[in-house]
């Protein structure tokens, strides 16, 4: 298998972290958004929408969207519960994340990191945090009830936001307000098998 990515993209960073967790290996291609590299007419033939993670079986089959290239991976593991309704609590908190969290998080992060905050981006960035520190709420309010976000338990829930939870501070966003949020992200860093983003 293949994988092409930027490992500077939390969304690409939650698929190199469950693969270090599962033990796993795979081929990494680096794609450069910066430049294009995403919108090259061979990359836009494996996967039209031009975005990255892009997971590449090799019988050729491609899966694009970091949570379901995850849902893959993982499959058959304990990172995926097995009874329906924590199932279903585990795509609620990927939805949440993609809806939710990474739209003002990782959007903020992008133009700080990537984009090194330009003058005609702050006004972008300033109402990102509105948003952010509400979807932190929610991740605050579960972890003062669980240690992680389904329960006792690491799955795809707390790999998903982690990714861009632990690098909020990238994107303007002040965790010590969030003791449980800074507990979990402790916690996932414990787990064997743990690589930190760039590594």
Same mark, same amino acid.
């Given at each position: 298998? !293949?994988?092409?990515?930027?490992?500077?993209?939390?969304?690409?960073?939650? %698929?190199? +972290?469950?693969?270090?967790?599962?033990?796993?290996?795979?081929?990494?291609?680096?794609?450069?958004?910066?430049?294009?590299?995403?919108?090259?007419?061979?990359? +836009?033939?494996?996967?039209?929408?031009?975005?990255?993670?892009?997971?590449?079986?090799?019988?050729?089959?491609? %899966?694009?969207?970091?949570?379901?290239?995850?849902?893959?991976?993982?499959?058959?593991?304990?990172?995926?519960?097995?009874?329906?309704?924590?199932?279903?609590?585990?795509?609620?908190?990927?939805?949440?994340?993609?809806?939710?969290?990474?739209?003002?998080?990782?959007?903020?992060?992008?133009?700080?990191?990537?984009?090194?905050?330009?003058?005609?981006?702050?006004?972008?960035?300033?109402?990102?945090?509105?948003?952010?520190? !509400?979807? %932190?709420?929610?991740?605050?309010?579960?972890?003062n009830?669980?240690?992680?976000?389904?329960?006792?338990a +690491?799955? %795809?829930?707390?790999?998903?936001?982690?990714?861009?939870?632990?690098?909020a501070?990238?994107?303007?966003?002040?965790?010590?307000?969030?003791?449980?949020?800074?507990?979990?992200?402790?916690?996932?860093?414990d787990?064997?098998?743990?690589?930190?983003?760039?590594?």
């Amino acid at each position: 298998m !293949r994988i092409y990515g930027d490992k500077r993209s939390g969304n690409c960073y939650k %698929l190199q +972290l469950l693969l270090s967790l599962l033990g796993k290996t795979c081929e990494w291609v680096d794609v450069d958004i910066m430049k294009g590299e995403t919108r090259a007419p061979s990359f +836009l033939e494996k996967s039209p929408n031009g975005k990255i993670p892009l997971l590449e079986l090799d019988d050729g089959r491609v %899966l694009s969207e970091s949570n379901a290239i995850m849902h893959y991976l993982a499959s058959n593991t304990p990172l995926i519960p097995s009874s329906p309704y924590s199932f279903s609590q585990l795509l609620q908190w990927q939805f949440f994340e993609q809806y939710s969290h990474e739209p003002y998080i990782a959007v903020a992060r992008y133009i700080n990191v990537y984009l090194g905050l330009p003058e005609d981006r702050k006004a972008e960035y300033e109402s990102k945090q509105a948003g952010g520190y !509400r979807a %932190l709420a929610v991740m605050e309010h579960q972890l003062n009830t669980t240690p992680f976000l389904l329960g006792d338990a +690491l799955t %795809l829930a707390d790999i998903s936001l982690f990714a861009y939870t632990h690098v909020a501070h990238e994107g303007g966003f002040d965790l010590s307000a969030y003791p449980a949020i800074r507990n979990w992200i402790s916690l996932v860093k414990d787990q064997k098998g743990f690589i930190p983003m760039n590594a």
